[in-house]
């Protein structure tokens, strides 16, 4: 910032009423913040401040008390001392909230991520053979276990297992002859004047060029994987012989894509998987399939709809199926891909792969998240899954034992019958039963209030009042989350 230090007139005389940087910068020091923060960043908040007020005065504003502008500096430091990435409760009852961090861990996961970070590990050490082992093999098996399939691979997130997969599988046909990769097809070099000049191209459905958030847009990944983009069909409708119909010498992927963050409802219609799947071993092409969420478990038994499994994309044959290791699956940020070998082996071997490849705290975290998987105990130990299938009784009872915990700070705090939307914008207008504690008082500044409180709680806004869901606080947070509404109730 540049305001003017030296300023004639009333402002002028002002702005001398202000402290001096190292008469703050010793304030802060005294109270510790020096030694927390570093005197670096301390010096740069202490300029900061000053510069505001001194903006503020030549605006005409007041010139505030030493004190006051002491004091506004301190609370900016303990805020900033609290560090930028915190902990927060999520009192939304959104389970897969990408805003709040997405897949809380299982203490298993947890545990396991602290044994890979803490020393060193196998990560590409074989300890039997004595030699450089596989990176990319550590969740393999219990991957090929669970879903079915001949091969998988971890990446760093479900974006970009898709661009991994299309840019992988691009370059040449799949082998269907049954022998391996041996008999590949190179497809000649864009513009050589060959017999298929040109991109390479991806058929996808008009119902399916689907933006998942961030700016992640299918349309755009495909161009940026360095595919053309064959649309086919229309947005509510497309059938098999759509996709046939659009197969040219230079198509070499069909793709389907989940609609995990919309619904369409009504006249439509989606080539099934096995279809495609069909067309592709009669044409010679890989099919992807893009599942988003990709649950492991069967999510009608809890009112969340039919979402497609995993196992049930891969025994339909797709060569790739794409999916997120923080959404149902309830692990840590990855994507994941299962399918053949001869797809996986490709999607090793490309260059993108050592630019997306995970570390060995993410690899940690995600076998012990399959491990639950493994051992049948995912509902029990996954948090995704245990909000999930929270029982209505069960939610009500914590909401009560909020309430009466609160005692008289809670006057005016009631517990009433909701409805926790479980996906945020992942299973779209899927909602639980829950129960919900309703704070009394305007919301918004009551939110605001339990935001800045410590720890920050994040509740929901209902009917023109503020309630916490306790589908998504985890039994651990309770103490905490009460203190939390008794401080912002206080004001
Ligand atoms: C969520 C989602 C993605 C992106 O996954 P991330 O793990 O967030 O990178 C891609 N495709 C679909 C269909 C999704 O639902």
């Known amino acids: 910032m540049t305001t003017p230090k030296f300023a004639p007139g009333p402002a002028g005389a002002a702005l001398r009423g202000l402290p001096r940087t190292d008469r703050l910068v010793e304030a802060a020091d005294q109270a510790g913040m020096v030694e927390k923060l570093g005197h670096g960043a301390v010096l740069e908040a202490v300029r900061a401040e000053l510069d505001r007020h001194r903006a503020a005065v030549l605006a005409g504003d007041p010139c505030p008390s030493p004190e006051a502008i002491e004091a506004g500096l301190l609370d900016r430091l303990r805020e900033d ?31 396991a991520m602290g ?20 990176r990319y093999g550590h969740a393999e098996a219990p991957l090929c276990r669970l879903t079915g399939a001949e091969a998988a691979v971890a990446v760093n997130n479900n974006a970009s297992a898709v661009m991994l997969a299309l840019a992988a599988l691009m370059d040449a046909p799949p082998d269907r002859s049954g022998g391996g990769e041996a008999g590949v097809r190179p497809l000649a070099a864009p513009g050589r004047g060959e017999a298929e000049p040109g991109l390479p191209e991806v058929i996808v459905s008009r119902g399916q060029l ?26 509510n409708r497309t059938y098999l012989r759509d996709h046939e119909a659009a197969v040219g010498p230079r198509t070499r992927i069909l793709l389907a894509v989940h609609r995990s963050n919309f619904r369409l409802s009504g006249f439509v219609h989606d080539t099934p998987l096995e279809e495609l ?19 492991l478990l069967e999510t ?30 309830g692990g840590p940020q990855s994507g994941i891909l299962c399918g053949t070998r001869e797809a996986i ?25 399959l491990a639950h998987y493994e051992r049948g105990e995912a509902l029990e130990k996954v948090p995704v899954w245990r909000a999930i299938a929270a029982a209505p009784e069960a939610l009500e009872a914590r909401a009560r034992g909020w309430l009466a915990v609160l005692g ?31 704070l009394p008082g305007p919301p918004d500044a009551l939110a605001a209030r339990l935001r800045r409180g410590e720890p ?34 206080a004001v």
């Not at 409760?89 to 545990?111: F, K, M, Q, W, Y």
């Not at 300890?127 to 596989?134: K, S, Y």
């Open 408 to 438: 008289a700070a809670g006057a005016g705090c009631a517990v009433r019958p909701s409805r926790s939307a479980v996906g945020g914008g992942s299973l779209p207008e899927v909602t639980l039963p829950t129960s919900v504690l309703a």
């Open 300 to 329: 009608a038994p809890f009112g969340l709809g039919i979402e497609p499994t995993v196992q049930e994309r891969i025994r339909a044959g797709a060569d790739l199926v794409c999916f997120s290791g923080d959404k149902l699956l």
């Open 456 to 489: 920050p709680v994040v509740g929901r806004i209902e009917e023109d009042r503020v309630v916490l869901d306790p589908r998504t606080v985890l039994p651990a947070e309770d103490e905490a989350l009460v203190a939390a509404v008794r401080a912002a109730l």
């Open 210 to 235: 689907v933006e998942i958030g961030g700016g992640f847009r299918i349309p755009d990944v495909l161009r940026r994987s360095g595919a053309a983009l064959v649309e086919v069909g229309t947005t």
């Open 345 to 369: 082996a490709r999607v090793k071997r490309h260059p993108l792969m050592r630019a997306l490849r995970v570390d060995k705290v993410t690899l940690a975290a995600l076998s012990a998240t």
């Open 277 to 295: 799947v069909d067309l592709g071993r009669r044409r010679a092409l890989w099919v992807v399939d893009d599942l988003g969420s990709g649950t």
């Open 115 to 134: 044994r890979a970070a803490r020393g060193y590990t196998n990560l590409e050490y074989d300890l039997v053979a004595g030699e450089r082992g596989d």
């Open 81 to 111: 001392a609290r560090g930028s990435l915190r902990p927060v409760v999520n009192a939304t009852g959104v389970v897969i909230h990408t805003n709040l961090g997405r897949a809380p861990l299982s203490d298993d996961a947890i545990a």
